[in-house]
């Protein structure tokens, strides 16, 4: 499958997609986190709530709610220009096996909690840092110990993060043999200078032949992560980067757009040289070019089936873990700096690897932050996330929070259907494509005014 555009025969995209770039005054790229992952924002979140975890972790197990269990794994061979996550680049293999096993002594704990003893995970999630980057006895080793604790017999998805300079195809194998039912691959641009300039580890090359290894051994889902608007970025180069996913044929393509957060090797070099906006895509740009990748994809024969995905078969590629989640699902999560939730309390884990063993060797939960949400705040943020993926019911919310989403929030509906970013039908509320390309900027109108305008870190 290919695109029915070619750099060399479209020069009229090519200026439709410059045009944002050369305006002045528009959106420029700042600093700060402006994806929505969680409500209430994570700066509410305090150490003074972690009772409330325990509180939970002792009552008696939910029979109506499904579980996820997730781990992190912050290892990387380097760590990228606009990585905020907590990443290590200089461990070694017998820091990283101490660091393994004060993972299964946190989910040891959690499985002897009344909340969590005997449930069986729906699904499981490996994300980073890089996960790929463990050896196959490693990964054995430490899949085989967590099934022990949680088993996976009836486990509905498993996804991994990798990086392709990471992967072989003997760790391929392995990642099958374990289980492995979603591969993400983060590739990010195709163009091996756009690597390079953003700080990735990985090179093309490397990226084709992970591709090539994963389509032979038949996973359930292969997805690639494309990032627009990234360091040195082009119009020329976002369409070739575009044509080339296509042509590798991915059952999903996850696309985000380039932000700068606080911890960032970029944001450092922005401060030191006093910069405020990113040397980065503004943002009608990057908007234009996601819209203009989106409606390439459909023409290729994929759906468009939330603000960052498009899918070649929405009947067979699902997302179990992000659709569970956002419908309130508990979260056991495990590892450093990880974010997880149990009946409606959200907790994150100590965010450097050093107190985070020192609790654990303590017979301590390395719980660092928590936050107890109300029955308002569980509502909004199950409503915000799911505006994410195009369309609500409303009826759903009525059904399961008795809260009348048109009468709730009547002033900011009538907004964004003025503004032409939601519309309105039979129990339906739709996201305008427009809407869609800035879905994270328009959700702080649906929070509580406490939470309004937060940094979101």
Known sequence: MSSNLSS????????????????????????GNYFVANYPPFS???????????EVLNSPRPEDTNLGVYFHI??????????????????????????????????ERYAQ???????????????????????????TDLTNRMKDLFPWDETEEVAFECEPGTLTEKKLEALKEIGVTRLSLGIENFDDHILEVNGRAHRSREAFRALKYAKTLGFDQV??????????????????????AIEQEPDCVTIYQMEIPYNTTIFKEMKESGRISAPVANWPTKRAWVDWAFDQFEQAGYTVNSAYTVVKNPETTKFVYRDSLWEGADLLSAGVASFGHFGGVHYQ???????????LDSGELPIYRAYKTNHEERFIREFVLQLKLGMVHPS????????????????ELKK??????????????RVSREGMLQIDRLLHGFFLEQHRDARYT
Request: charged share 25%; glycine share 8%.
């Open 8 to 31: 060399s025969d479209s020069p009229g995209v090519i200026d439709k997609l410059k045009l944002p770039l050369d305006s002045d005054g528009a959106e420029q790229t700042e600093v």
């Open 44 to 54: 509410f979140w305090s150490p003074d709530n972690k009772d409330a975890v325990y």
């Open 74 to 107: 912050p290892f990387c061979r380097k760590r990228c220009h606009f990585c905020y996550f907590r990443v290590y680049t200089d461990k070694n293999a017998n820091e990283i096996n101490a660091y393994l096993d004060a993972g299964i002594r946190e989910f």
């Open 113 to 139: 909690t009344s909340y969590l003893a005997g449930r069986k995970p729906q699904f499981v999630y490996f994300g980073g840092g890089t996960p790929s980057y463990l050896s196959v006895n490693q990964l």
């Open 223 to 244: 997805n690639i992560d494309l990032i627009a608007g990234m360091m040195d970025e082009t119009p020329e180069n976002w369409q070739k980067c575009v044509e080339t």
């Open 349 to 359: 884990n100590q965010a450097d690897v050093g107190p985070y063993m020192t609790e």
């Open 396 to 411: 759903y919310f009525q059904e399961k929070y008795g809260e009348d989403v048109m009468a709730r929030f009547p002033a």
């Open 416 to 429: 964004l259907e003025d503004e032409g970013f939601f519309s309105f039908g039979d129990d339906e509320i």
